[in-house]
């Protein structure tokens, strides 16, 4: 670990606080007319997801965390959580079901995940964009019930139910967006 001061911090680090291991979200330096500048940053917890906002004195010094990112491939699940093996080591590391939250309707075997590690230990999972997936379940859609834009639900091979146009059926692979959950469009 090394020590930054808050004059110095930016959107994106990680800082370890008493309360725990932290990234910056955002920041701003703000100087008043009166009295000395202080930092009043927007901090997102690496372990919880909580946000927090907190103020720092300008110039003070705070523990940066280096956090190193590396492809991990999904292996499976087990009563244990979830097995990923490092690319490069193939050294293999369990997350608890917690850990991974709601990353997990997006994991399939042999996906490629970031693993964002600090101290040996896991502290946070960062997915791709968007992932394809194939549809287990969906009913047909109604002749006669094309209005533009209408949808209908569907299950995926995770087990994640996503609306989606009434011309994708069972079988078909879809492209989902892991941030917002929705259907992007239909692989061919």
């Known amino acids: 670990m090394s020590s930054i001061s808050t004059n110095d911090i930016k959107p994106g680090m990680a800082l370890d606080l008493p ?7 955002e920041f701003q330096h703000v ?31 705070v523990e940066r965390a280096i956090i190193d990112r590396r492809d991990h491939q999904f292996l499976y699940r ?20 917690e850990a991974v939250g709601d990353a ?16 040996d230990r896991a502290v946070g999972l960062d997915l791709p ?6 549809v287990t379940e969906a009913e047909p859609g109604v002749k006669g019930d ?3 834009g209408a949808t209908k639900p569907v299950t995926l091979e995770t087990g994640l139910v996503v609306q989606v146009p ?6 078909d692979r879809i492209k989902v967006d892991t941030r917002s959950g929705e259907y992007m469009t239909r692989v061919t």
Not at 19 to 25: H, M, R, S
């Open 19 to 25: 309360e725990g291991l932290f990234q910056i979200i």
């Open 78 to 97: 087990d009563d244990m959580g979830y097995v990923f093996m490092d690319g490069e080591t193939y050294a293999q590391i369990t997350l608890p079901a």
């Open 166 to 171: 009434l011309f994708v059926e069972q079988g």
């Open 31 to 61: 100087k008043p007319g009166k009295g000395k500048a202080f930092v009043r940053t927007k901090l997102k917890n690496l372990e919880t997801g909580a946000t927090i906002d907190r103020t720092f004195r300008a110039d003070e010094t």
């Open 146 to 148: 094309r209005v533009s």
């Open 104 to 119: 997990a309707p997006y994991l399939t075997d042999g996906a490629i995940v970031l693993l964002a590690m600090y101290q």
């Open 129 to 134: 964009a968007s992932v394809e997936l194939e």
